[in-house]
């Protein structure tokens, strides 16, 4: 079963380990890259702005609330719990922003993960807050079947209705799984197009208590991390072009790119072959 990662009296974790992503066809394509998240209760975040993590303000380190979810600066917390109700999710616990900080100003997320938990403790919804590299966004807001508790085993399924990469296009759906397991945190989506799987991704984490210390040992180790992100994509992608993938382009007009509906949720069907998490685990 998922165990909270999330520690009593923290409000903010910082997250190290790293990303995997692999395409299948018409060439194998994979690469592993380090990297360091941070994971912040959206409802505590005055209780980790310092001198070197600023919330709203820049710092070194820093979240900014319009980077995130309706990308209009309002306060998340209220925002999440609306777009909860909405969806009839008893998630009435706390809510975990995972992503990557700005530093020293500057961040690109491709994905965020939002936990929402009952007050129980357990994971009642995931909402995969993705950004894509010609500015648009969208969210995917996913529960089990009858809003059951999402377990270690638990597949959550949407259609994909949002462009991210040139070279898929948007078609097929999404499978997602969780694990948290004491410091360990890892999410695993595989993605399937009309013939089949098409790409693998985990990220596996591990977490302790966020600190200035280790923040800026984190930092020290990997300066552009955040700067790194995207140069990496653009870079994949030139590997991609150079193996003669099939391009995509661009969004094509007439097909919204920031959703109108973008929460798209779906229960969760029997897992269908093997998880690119069964392969990737967490490294410090």
Known sequence: MNAPFVRDGVAALLLVGTVMHERLRPVRHAFTYPIFQ????????????????????????????????????????????????????????????????????????????WYCYDRAGRLRALYADVRNTFGAHHGYLLSAMRHAPIEADTVLVCRKTFHVSPFCDVVGDYAFRVRQRGDHLGVAI????????????????????????????????????????IVRIHWQALRLWLARVPFYGKTPPGRSAAADSFLSRSPAPPSRGRSAMSDHEARP
């Open 38 to 113: 941070v994971c912040c209760d959206i409802e505590r975040l005055g209780e980790i702005d310092a001198s070197w993590f600023g919330i709203d303000r820049w710092a070194p380190l820093a979240l900014a609330s319009r980077d995130y979810g309706p990308r209009d600066g309002r306060a998340l917390g209220p925002w999440m719990r609306d777009v909860l109700a909405q969806a009839g999710i008893p998630a009435d616990g706390p809510i975990w922003l995972q992503t990557i900080p700005r530093i020293f100003g500057y961040a690109f997320n491709p994905v965020s993960f």
């Open 190 to 229: 595989d993605y399937c197009d009309d013939e089949g799987p098409l790409l693998r991704t985990a990220i596996g984490m591990r977490s302790a208590p966020l600190t200035a210390a280790r923040a800026w040992r984190a930092l020290a180790r990997q300066p552009l991390n955040a700067i790194n992100v």
